[in-house]
């Protein structure tokens, strides 16, 4: 039969995926991935990039083989790969197969395009911006999400919002954005180029957000990855969130710090209790630092809040390698794959290695 088919239409035959918990099954093409199946077959699949980069798509193999067209683990810890999560942008089937979509417990808003412009954009470090954009109408976005700016003759690139949301939407959103060296993006905007521009906004996006519950909460912020831990911790505090919390922030050096005033004035007001954590990896060891040295994933043990491993939820942003070690960390301390949320800065240069 699949032979046959093979040689009426000149292509193999479509294999089937069950898609929890929305219980549809869709038809799959040999040629087709997961999630464009999926899509065509117009199951709410949750995606945004659909190139394997942003892990929206992340979903649990229950049954069944997939092969993956960009390695999963460019984008997925070895601790997701290891309990079966696979991208369905990037995954095509070898037979049926059975997937669960994990469900993000909340009502996000959808996805819209607007039309912006950068109206600010001020030096916050040697190499990360503050920078504003001013939109044609206003955005509702959850704490921690995240949009995808685009300006013409570049790809999208994604920036979390790094101010807490408001009621009936924010007209001007703020990013923290760090220059990459070689960059098409941040060369450009470093450069001052990118000032008074027209850009496209589409969003928001992603899973990344405080979850419900009292369960003390551990923050890891690398380089420009505060910006949506901010967006959290200051959305949680004006809605007197009562949760303990350490917020562990990696840097290099002293003048890598940044929002260190904001943090401490969130840290004032926190209760029960938010310990604020800065450590640097770079600073000269005779220079008047006083706080922890050393990669901030070494901290992590010390510093949890107290209480059973098991209960406490871990929200961390930045780049992959310090997710990658933290999430190690954290799961070999006991923390559940489940309560640990993250969003990996990732880059051209990630998916390219
Ligand atoms: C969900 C999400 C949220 C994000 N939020 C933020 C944020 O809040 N703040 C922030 O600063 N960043 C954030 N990022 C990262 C951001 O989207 C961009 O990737 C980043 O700003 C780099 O963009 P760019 O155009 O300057 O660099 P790119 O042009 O993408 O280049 C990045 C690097 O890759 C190298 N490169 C390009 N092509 C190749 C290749 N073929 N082989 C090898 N190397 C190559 C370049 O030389 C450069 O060093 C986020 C990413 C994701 C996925
Ligand atoms: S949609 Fe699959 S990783 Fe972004």
Redesign the pocket.
């Known amino acids: 039969m699949a032979s046959l088919l093979k040689k009426l239409f000149g292509r193999s035959e479509p294999r089937i995926a069950t898609i929890k918990p929305f219980d549809v099954q869709v038809a799959v093409d040999g040629s087709q991935t997961l999630l464009e199946a999926a899509l065509a077959e117009g199951v709410p699949f949750p995606h945004n990039c659909t190139v394997g980069?942003?892990g929206s798509c992340k979903c649990r193999l229950i049954e069944g083989k997939v092969s993956a067209i960009t390695d999963f683990g460019y984008t997925l810890s070895k601790q997701e790969l290891d309990a079966g999560y696979i991208l369905a942008c990037q995954a095509q089937l070898k037979g049926p197969i059975t997937v669960e979509v994990e469900s993000p417990g909340a009502d996000l808003p959808a996805p819209e395009q607007f039309q912006g412009k950068i109206v600010k954009s001020i030096d916050l470090t040697h190499d990360i911006k503050a920078v504003t954009v001013s939109l044609d109408r206003q955005i509702d976005f959850v704490a921690g999400q995240?949009a995808d700016i685009t300006v013409p003759g570049?790809p999208a690139?994604?920036?979390?919002f790094a101010t807490a949301p408001e009621r009936g939407g924010r007209r001007e959103v703020t990013?923290?954005?760090?220059k990459?060296?070689?960059?098409?993006?941040?060369?450009k905007l470093f450069a001052g180029a990118l000032d008074n521009a027209e850009v496209g906004l589409n969003g928001p996006h992603?899973t990344f957000f405080l979850r419900g519950g009292e369960a003390p909460i551990v923050c890891i912020a690398g380089g420009?990855g505060l910006?949506p831990l901010l967006s959290i911790l200051q959305h949680a505090r004006k809605n007197r969130v009562r949760r303990e919390c350490v917020m562990l922030f990696g840097a290099r050096t002293q003048a890598d710090l940044y929002q260190v005033t904001e943090i401490r004035e969130i840290a004032r007001d926190w209760l029960p209790s938010l310990r604020f954590v800065p450590v640097l990896s770079h600073e000269p060891a005779d220079s008047d630092w006083q706080g922890l040295r050393g990669l901030v994933t070494e901290h992590i043990a010390a510093m949890l809040p107290k209480a059973s491993p098991a209960d406490i939820q871990g929200y961390m942003c930045g780049p992959p390698p310090m997710i990658d070690a933290a999430i190690t960390v954290m799961t070999d301390l006991g923390i559940p794959l489940q309560s640990i949320h993250y969003?990996?800065?990732?880059?051209?240069?990630t998916t390219?290695r």
């Open positions: 980069t942003c995240y570049l690139r994604s920036y979390s990013f923290f954005i760090r990459v060296p070689g960059g098409q993006f941040t060369e992603g420009s910006a969003d990996k800065f990732t880059d051209a240069s390219a």
